[in-house]
């Protein structure tokens, strides 16, 4: 059969999100991949022109709506670069919890999409009922099921609730005990093995090269973190070490990615659990909103000239904002917003990936980079 | 219950009355001309004397033969379609089951229906004299055995659930009809460019074939349509020309996607009919007749062993080829919905893509009454032989036993093996065409051809009238063995140091299975408490219904 | 506790950088202490000029082993100075990272103890900032070849920023569609956005005080 292009997407099921990938096949196997995105640009750089920086943070949930805290820290970070904030130490804390709630909702959104990727239904259920129960904590803590708009230039918008911690302890450690029960399901499946084992290698230095890091570059057996290696907030006081993964001798593959994320799962919820042991003034006071415990001091305006950017640790890589201030409303308004999406990058990346093997490993090997295209279009 | 006795009963009946219904005297239809001797020497004769009952009576088999064949053919085709319902409700139930997996509390809690004045929750304790007690005992000991203990997340977000079934009876039974009826209002479209006659044809050759498997395969011991020497054979050529159907409808349908599951999907059947039928071939062989009527027999009277037991191998080799025949997961490759969308019926809508889709549970169901008759002695009881041979109660037992209809049986090993299949499907994972050709023609087809030398061997050389003691012991215990070698878990230690990962450089170490570790029990076992607390603390449960 | 980089070590790792960077010509590097958090980041930033971007950036890899492009920034000046009418921001970070080694037929993962990285292994953040005068179509050289990061990065500031990248080669719109009029780059200043305050989308549900030149459109 001679070679054709056959284009997977916009509409199809398993491209996690809208955007289209061409592969060229010949008969079963991919000889060329080319990615198209840029269906759901909502042009949020330029929206950001026009906001405050406050009002700012509701669009940056959206940029990643499977991962919405980690999108509304990273870009409160680097407010708080750009105006030169100092947090307090308790809204440090409430925010690290609600970042690895988050990512662990992530991960769990992740593994439900990636299961059927591979053809196992059942999962899709199991893990979207456990993130069920952390999205039930993030709504204690931000008001809404998946856009929160939790974190304040300074601080945070509230303190944990009444009987918060109580609640998040007994549903964090029964979710460890279930991810045993994922594990079941994959690590012991022979199917799943032969699948995703010998698929879709990557190695990390051509990770980093092209770009790409975060729970991919980690499963290539590096341990960079940007949590540790460019550290903010209060990760250096939690006992815990960025997961690592082993990966096979001719780089990672797709098992390997998938690994690393169960084990990100376990340890963000080790966190989670210290951290409500750690902090300060203990977890069961309560502070009314505003109150300087949890919200910090901030300017509202950032005069021509400066400028602010921060590194941060998304579910999925590195993401990155980049503010100019001197904008609209005398300073209050970013002159430029520039963001930074991990997915951005990995997506080209992914598709090179794929290049050599055949038609049904596009899934699995695409599936274990884990795309997000809403922070890729922004 | 002997179906083709009674039709054949009330046809010879019905054309008897006819028959003597019909005026036995002679009827002289005759009519002579004369023509004038010029124009024609001799008297022309037209007509004849007509006996209507004789001339009926020389009808009457062949009618006989027509009006019980149609009967029959009605009555099992609806049969047929009638037992097919409880399929997808097996299916949508099961996997239901299966999938939520809230444990023992929601599939007991699940099965009250009518929630008027009794809340979601323990129902058992509403049943008078307490007779309720033991269900509760047992819900509570599932959920402990399989660490469902956290009432916080099975109770509240399980919530209450309404089942709107008909009455009280089989809520959901009815998604199957109207299933069908919307399928039936859809448009039929058909795509510019693609090739119509092949793509109207297409579907035909599906759905057709899968009826005729019909045809053959009987419900009970005299309900079928018919039954010729070589059924067995013809049944698995029906069966096998499917996959013509799927590839046509792949290719003409002017769609990359279907092409690519049609050639997927052609590749993959023709790799697992061959096993499949050497692996009936094996059944045969043991079984000593190409009849399946005759090989049912065969287990229920003469050897009063199921094939099951003698035939392990090639009773798991029937199962698995026959999932990847049925294109079901893990073998659902061509119809892939991760990455061909629909696969090879993609462009179909309206009642043709329904009539294939209850197609495929046609063959599925085929599938599960062949597996039922060639491997688990049809419409014989468990243990029935040895049951009627019992010194004192054989007699009572063989009368009770002779009240169940033979179609009962049948049925209930058929469905039950359909929840095999169901099961299998919702636990695994996709395998990829690749590797399920490799799989085919590496392992299942030699496996397939030592079954059948097996089969040969069991039949010529320890087959004299009954297997005796020795073979179906040893066959059993060869087949346990190997069930044992697939499933146990391998050597942990060496799993470790495989130059495959396992193991991380994290908080908790990680190896498939279970993953011991003292720091997280620690944890859990300091946290379990909390919930008692919960029951016990101050703070009310209203409070700890999480952003409900 | 969890083990951190140290702040000092990458105050020391970037003003080596920054001294050995500021020595090329055309460059001018400075090492700029941000308060992040808990703890200051030390970042280098560079101030670099379109000639010798090509320069420092193969310094940057070669020498230094920056081996990380995270993101480019394209920021259009139209009222700034008439040197820096257009702005390129490149963010880059050295990870140290290279491929674990295989000893005895498997992988050993590189595990790194972050507090006792030295010299040139520790991460840092640089940034580098290109202004470009006042021009018709901007130009800087493309750094495609060096760090492949920066491929996509750099169709997406020519497709929304419109600053053109030489040497690049399979130049696209990579967020627009691809029939974007040529020459229509959304993040210039002179777009506007349409109801630039946020006040007239809400209030005016019947545009009253809609702008004659949006007559007609569909907000």
Same mark, same amino acid.
């Given at each position: 059969m001679a070679e054709m292009w056959i284009s997977m997407g916009p509409q199809h099921p398993m491209t996690h999100g809208l955007w289209t990938l061409k592969v060229k096949v010949d008969g079963e196997t991919v000889v060329d991949t080319e990615p198209d995105l840029g269906y759901i640009h909502r042009g949020v750089e330029k929206i950001c022109e026009a906001r405050d920086f406050t009002q700012i943070t509701t669009y940056c949930d959206r940029l990643c709506y499977a991962s919405a805290n980690t999108w509304s820290h990273s870009y409160i970070y680097a407010v708080e670069d750009l105006l030169e904030v100092e947090v307090p130490e308790r809204a440090e804390y409430i925010r690290l919890i609600a970042v690895e709630l988050q990512r662990i909702a992530s991960h769990l959104m992740w593994l439900g999409a990636y299961g059927p990727d591979i053809g196992n239904l059942s999962v899709m259920v199991w893990c979207l009922r456990e993130r069920e129960m952390m999205m039930d904590l993030l709504q204690e803590l931000g008001g809404s099921r998946m856009h929160y708009n939790f974190p304040r230039v300074g601080g945070v918008k509230r303190d944990l609730p009444h009987g918060f911690a109580q609640r998040a302890r007994a549903k964090v450690s029964l979710f460890l005990n279930r991810i045993q029960e994922y594990e079941a399901l994959f690590d012991e499946s022979t199917i799943f093995l032969i699948r995703t084992q010998g698929v879709g290698y990557s190695k990390p230095e051509e990770m980093v090269n092209h770009g790409v890091t975060g729970p991919n570059l980690r499963a290539g057996g590096v341990n960079y973190d940007i949590r540790t290696s460019h550290p903010y907030s209060v990760y250096s006081e939690l006992d815990w070490e960025p997961p690592v993964e082993r990966p096979s001798i001719k780089g990672a593959d797709c098992y390997d990615r998938y690994r690393i994320r169960v084990e990100e799962m376990r340890v963000s919820a080790m966190m989670v659990l210290e951290a409500l042991d750690k902090i300060p003034r203990g977890a069961d006071t309560y502070h009314e909103p505003g109150d300087p415990a949890i919200l910090g001091k901030a300017p509202s305006r950032a005069p021509e000239g400066t400028s602010g950017s921060h590194h941060f640790e998304d579910s999925r890589g590195e993401s990155m904002f980049y503010l100019a201030g001197g904008g609209e409303g005398r300073g209050k308004m970013p002159y430029r917003a520039s963001i930074r999406s991990p997915m951005f990058i990995t997506i080209p990346y992914a598709s090179k990936c794929m290049v050599g093997y055949k038609v049904a490993d596009i899934p699995a090997i695409m599936g274990s980079f884990d795309p997000c295209i809403g922070e890729t279009d922004r | 219950?002997?179906?083709?006795?009674?039709?054949?009963?009330?046809?010879?009946?019905? &054309?008897?009355?006819?028959?003597? $219904?019909?005026?036995?005297?002679?009827?002289?239809?005759?009519?002579?001309?004369?023509?004038?001797?010029?124009?024609?020497?001799?008297?022309?004769?037209?007509?004849?004397?007509?006996?209507?009952?004789?001339?009926?009576?020389? &009808?009457?088999? @062949?009618?006989?033969?027509?009006?019980?064949?149609?009967?029959?053919?009605?009555?099992?085709?609806?049969?047929?379609?009638?037992?097919?319902? *409880?399929?997808?409700?097996?299916?949508?139930?099961?996997?239901?089951?299966?999938?939520?997996?809230?444990?023992?509390?929601?599939?007991?809690? /699940?099965?009250?229906?009518?929630?008027?004045?009794?809340?979601?929750?323990?129902?058992?304790?509403?049943?008078?004299?307490?007779?309720?007690?033991?269900?509760?005992?047992?819900?509570?000991?599932?959920?402990?055995?399989?660490?469902?203990?956290?009432?916080?997340? $099975?109770?509240?977000?399980?919530?209450?659930?309404?089942?709107?079934?008909?009455?009280?009876?089989?809520?959901?039974?009815?998604?199957?009809?109207?299933?069908?009826?919307?399928?039936?209002?859809?448009?039929?479209?058909?795509?510019?460019?693609?090739?119509?006659?092949?793509?109207?044809?297409? *579907?035909?050759?599906?759905?057709?074939?899968?009826?005729?498997?019909?045809?053959?395969?009987?419900?009970?011991?005299?309900? !079928?349509?018919?039954?010729? #020497?070589?059924?067995?054979?013809?049944? &698995?050529?029906?069966?096998?020309?499917?996959?013509?159907?799927?590839?046509?409808?792949?290719? /003409?349908?002017?769609?990359?996607?279907?092409?690519?599951?049609?050639?997927?999907?052609?590749?993959?059947?023709?790799?697992?009919?061959?096993?499949?039928?050497?692996?009936?071939?094996?059944?045969?062989?043991? /079984?000593?007749?190409?009849?399946?009527?005759?090989?049912?027999?065969?287990?229920?009277?003469?050897?009063?062993?199921?094939?099951?037991?003698?035939? *392990?191998?090639?009773?798991?080799?029937?199962?698995?080829?026959?999932?990847?025949?049925?294109?079901?997961?893990?073998?659902?490759?061509?119809?892939? #919905?991760?990455?061909?969308?629909?696969?090879?019926?993609?462009?179909?809508?309206? &009642?043709?893509?329904?009539?294939?889709?209850?197609?495929?549970?046609?063959?599925? !169901?085929?599938?599960?009454?062949?597996?039922?008759?060639?491997?688990?002695?049809?419409?014989?009881?468990?243990?029935?032989?040895?049951?009627?041979?019992?010194?004192?109660?054989?007699?009572?037992?063989?009368?009770?036993?002779?009240?169940?209809?033979?179609?009962?049986?049948?049925?209930?090993?058929?469905?039950?093996?359909?929840?095999?299949?169901?099961?299998?499907? $919702?636990?695994?994972?996709?395998?990829?065409?690749?590797?399920?050709?490799?799989?085919?023609?590496?392992?299942?087809?030699?496996?397939?051809?030592?079954?059948? @030398?097996?089969?040969?061997?069991?039949?010529?050389?320890?087959?004299?009238?009954?297997?005796?003691?020795?073979a179906p012991v040893v066959m059993i215990l060869s087949g346990v063995l190997g069930l044992v070698i697939l499933v146990v878990d391998e050597d942990k230690e060496a799993l470790e140091s495989m130059k495959r990962p396992y193991s991380t450089y994290a908080v908790t170490k990680a190896y498939p299975g279970r993953h011991p570790d003292t720091k997280l029990e620690d944890l859990q076992r300091q946290y379990k408490a909390y919930s008692a607390v919960k029951a016990a603390s101050s703070v009310s449960l209203s409070d700890t219904e999480a952003g409900t | 506790m969890g083990k951190v980089v140290s702040t000092s070590s990458q105050k020391s790792a970037a003003e080596a950088m920054a001294s050995a960077l500021s020595s090329m010509e055309g460059v001018d590097a400075a090492v700029s202490e941000r308060k992040s958090g808990t703890s200051p980041r030390n970042i280098v930033s560079v101030d670099c000029s379109g000639e010798s971007w090509r320069a420092l950036a193969e310094c940057m890899r070669v020498e230094h082993d920056v081996d990380y492009c995270s993101m480019i920034t394209g920021i259009h000046w139209p009222e700034g100075s008439p040197d820096k009418n257009w702005e390129v921001v490149y963010h880059f970070m050295r990870m140290g990272v290279t491929d674990p080694p295989v000893i005895d037929g498997m992988v050993q993962p590189i595990v790194k103890d972050p507090t006792s990285l030295e010299g040139k292994e520790v991460p840092l953040e640089i940034e580098v900032r290109i202004a470009l005068p006042e021009t018709r179509d901007p130009k800087v050289a493309s750094v495609q070849d060096i760090w492949v990061g920066a491929d996509w990065n750099e169709k997406e500031t020519w497709d929304l920023v419109g600053i053109d990248f030489e040497g690049h080669v399979g130049m696209r719109r990579v967020l627009q569609p691809h029939e974007t009029p040529v020459g229509f780059h959304p993040l210039q200043k002179q777009h506007k956005l349409r109801y630039h305050d946020f006040e007239e989308m809400y209030d005016d549900a019947q545009g009253f005080l809609r702008k004659p030149s949006d007559a007609g459109k569909i907000k």
């Open positions: - | 219950m002997n179906l083709r006795g009674w039709v054949e009963g009330l046809v010879g009946w019905s &054309m008897d009355n006819v028959h003597d $219904a019909l005026p036995s005297k002679d009827l002289d239809l005759t009519v002579t001309i004369s023509p004038p001797k010029g124009i024609w020497p001799e008297d022309i004769l037209l007509g004849r004397v007509v006996n209507l009952q004789d001339g009926f009576a020389d &009808m009457q088999p @062949a009618l006989e033969g027509l009006f019980s064949a149609t009967m029959i053919c009605t009555v099992v085709f609806t049969t047929m379609m009638l037992t097919m319902l *409880p399929i997808p409700y097996i299916e949508r139930k099961f996997i239901g089951r299966l999938m939520d997996r809230l444990g023992a509390t929601t599939t007991l809690r /699940s099965l009250w229906i009518g929630e008027s004045g009794v809340t979601a929750g323990e129902w058992w304790n509403q049943l008078p004299f307490g007779m309720g007690a033991p269900i509760g005992w047992l819900n509570k000991t599932l959920n402990s055995i399989w660490g469902n203990d956290h009432e916080l997340e $099975a109770v509240s977000r399980v919530n209450n659930r309404g089942y709107h079934g008909y009455w009280f009876l089989l809520p959901g039974f009815f998604q199957a009809f109207a299933d069908f009826t919307k399928f039936a209002g859809k448009e039929h479209i058909v795509p510019k460019e693609a090739d119509r006659p092949v793509y109207e044809i297409a *579907p035909v050759i599906i759905i057709s074939t899968t009826v005729l498997v019909f045809a053959f395969v009987p419900f009970g011991p005299h309900f !079928y349509v018919s039954s010729p #020497e070589l059924s067995v054979v013809f049944m &698995m050529a029906i069966f096998g020309v499917a996959p013509l159907g799927v590839f046509f409808a792949g290719w /003409s349908s002017n769609n990359k996607y279907t092409l690519i599951g049609g050639m997927r999907s052609a590749a993959q059947l023709t790799a697992y009919e061959i096993p499949l039928l050497i692996t009936v071939l094996g059944v045969c062989v043991i /079984s000593g007749s190409f009849n399946v009527i005759e090989i049912v027999d065969f287990q229920a009277e003469e050897s009063n062993v199921w094939n099951l037991f003698m035939l *392990p191998l090639g009773a798991a080799l029937f199962l698995i080829t026959m999932i990847a025949e049925v294109e079901r997961i893990p073998f659902d490759m061509p119809e892939a #919905e991760a990455e061909l969308v629909e696969g090879w019926w993609t462009e179909y809508g309206g &009642m043709r893509w329904g009539l294939m889709f209850a197609a495929e549970y046609q063959r599925c !169901y085929a599938a599960c009454l062949l597996f039922a008759l060639f491997f688990l002695g049809g419409w014989e009881a468990p243990f029935q032989g040895t049951m009627e041979s019992l010194p004192i109660v054989g007699g009572g037992l063989e009368f009770l036993l002779s009240l169940i209809p033979g179609i009962a049986w049948v049925l209930i090993k058929a469905w039950a093996l359909f929840a095999v299949f169901v099961w299998i499907r $919702a636990s695994l994972h996709r395998v990829r065409t690749d590797q399920i050709l490799e799989f085919g023609w590496q392992w299942l087809l030699p496996l397939s051809i030592v079954n059948l @030398a097996i089969a040969m061997f069991l039949r010529v050389w320890v087959w004299d009238g009954s297997w005796g003691i020795v | -």
